[in-house]
């Protein structure tokens, strides 16, 4: 089963970042370019690429989303040389958010916005961790905070509930809660937890302190499913802004964003320019997706 994927939203450099970032880590690559055209922002690169074994997808769709660090991804280091060298390369033109150096949590951490506003947190973990290399991180802020662990559990009855699916691998942790004294974030919230769905690693954090910036379209989270079914599931139980409900794209409760998507959309996209417009075009009349719908489009068969 494909696993659920970070979807990241650019301007114009999909394709230049997708490369930068696959050049920072071993076993990275970019695996298939999709130009799309007819779009409301023009023609589009959208842009599929691992990084450490974890799927990653980018599109160059203008500028209406902006990245910001409530959504930040967690990249885990075996040692304070690997994280140096990481920070080095993500640092030039970046906006440090907190300095490289020794912190209560790991012995070499920092976090900064690279030079595309993406935000990283580079740390050192004990070798005896498991996990994912690289982890997204949720930071639940201003009318959201000190909803994390609420988040957590919300998600993981949606995964529980999931038709055709196993729960083996979703799971959570709470790690570390704020004490009394630690204000503004109110004692009991969460300082940090992790928690798994269908196998995507991810953690979550509140923060009580003043932010300007919130979660945003900027970066989404791509459940694949398999059947008309699992999109139903997914669409009825995640969807709470009917203004946000667009090409497969929802937000829920919180405000994250997600894609509710058929699991062959890559393969629906492929082929001859005239087939992926025509898959485009279907797509783009939809808010949620419509797998039959999709598929006569793709073959050249009539959609209404």
Same mark, same amino acid.
């Given at each position: 089963m494909q696993k659920i994927t970070p979807h990241l939203w650019f301007d114009r450099q999909a394709r230049e970042a997708a490369e930068f970032y696959v050049s920072l880590l071993p076993g990275s690559r970019v695996t298939k370019v999709t130009s799309l055209s007819g779009t409301p922002s023009g023609d589009c690169d959208l842009v599929s690429f691992e990084l450490a074994g974890t799927p990653f997808m980018a599109i160059s769709a203008g500028p209406l989303f902006k990245f910001n660090p409530s959504v930040s991804f967690q990249i885990k280091c075996s040692n304070p040389k690997? /994280?140096? !060298?990481?920070? &080095?390369q993500l640092s030039a033109g970046a906006k440090v958010l907190l300095p490289i150096g020794s912190y209560p949590f790991? !012995?070499?951490y920092g976090w900064l916005e690279d030079r595309y506003g993406l935000s990283w947190q580079v740390t050192h973990v004990d070798a005896s961790s498991s996990g994912q290399k690289i982890t997204p991180v949720l930071m639940f802020v201003g009318d959201v905070c000190g909803k994390a662990e609420e988040? /957590?559990?919300f998600y993981l009855s949606v995964c529980a509930g999931a038709p055709d699916r196993t729960i083996a691998d979703t799971k959570a942790d709470v790690l570390a809660r704020y004490g009394r004294g630690e204000e =503004?974030?109110? &004692? $009991?919230t969460v300082r940090y937890a992790q928690f798994s769905l269908f196998g995507q690693e991810f953690g979550t954090m509140d923060s009580a302190r003043e932010h300007k910036f919130r979660f945003s379209e900027a970066i989404s989270f791509i459940i694949p499913c398999d059947t008309q079914d699992e999109i139903d599931y997914f669409w009825d139980k995640? %969807? !709470?802004? =009917? +203004? !946000? &409900?667009?090409c497969g794209w929802l937000k829920d409760k919180y405000g994250l964003s997600w894609?509710?998507? =058929?699991?062959?959309?890559?393969?629906?996209? %492929? $082929?001859?320019? +005239? +087939?992926?417009e025509r898959v485009t075009q279907a797509f783009l009349k939809m808010k949620k997706f419509d797998i039959a719908t999709l598929k006569r489009a793709a073959a050249g068969q009539a959609t209404v």
């Open positions: 690997e /994280v140096d !060298a990481i920070w &080095e790991s !012995a070499r988040a /957590v559990n =503004p974030n109110q &004692e $009991g995640l %969807s !709470a802004d =009917p +203004k !946000a &409900e667009q894609q509710i998507a =058929p699991a062959i959309m890559r393969e629906l996209l %492929s $082929g001859n320019d +005239k +087939k992926r």
